[in-house]
């Protein structure tokens, strides 16, 4: 029981620690960036639509590693779970 309410206290500390973080960060996007998206993604990525563009073909390594961390969390929590039934 000590034990759940520790790691359930670290759990929620990270979780303070980065939306605090989180809090203190600006997102200003990069004016070269911003125009280079805008007047290339025809041309690199041969898509039609530029959110699409974005989306899936520059973003797509970081789409699918968020994809993974979200993956790994769900597992972790099935598993806090289905060994919290168990040791009952």
Partial sequence: MMRRAFAMIFCLAVAAYVLFIYNGTTLTPD????????????KDTFAQNAVAAIYLNYRMFDSMFETL?????V???????????HEE
């Fill in 31 to 42: 004016p070269y960036v911003v125009d280079y998206y805008i007047a290339n993604f025809t």
């Fill in 69 to 73: 961390i979200l993956l790994v969390s």
């Fill in 75 to 85: 597992t972790a929590v099935i598993n806090f779970s289905w060994r919290r039934d």
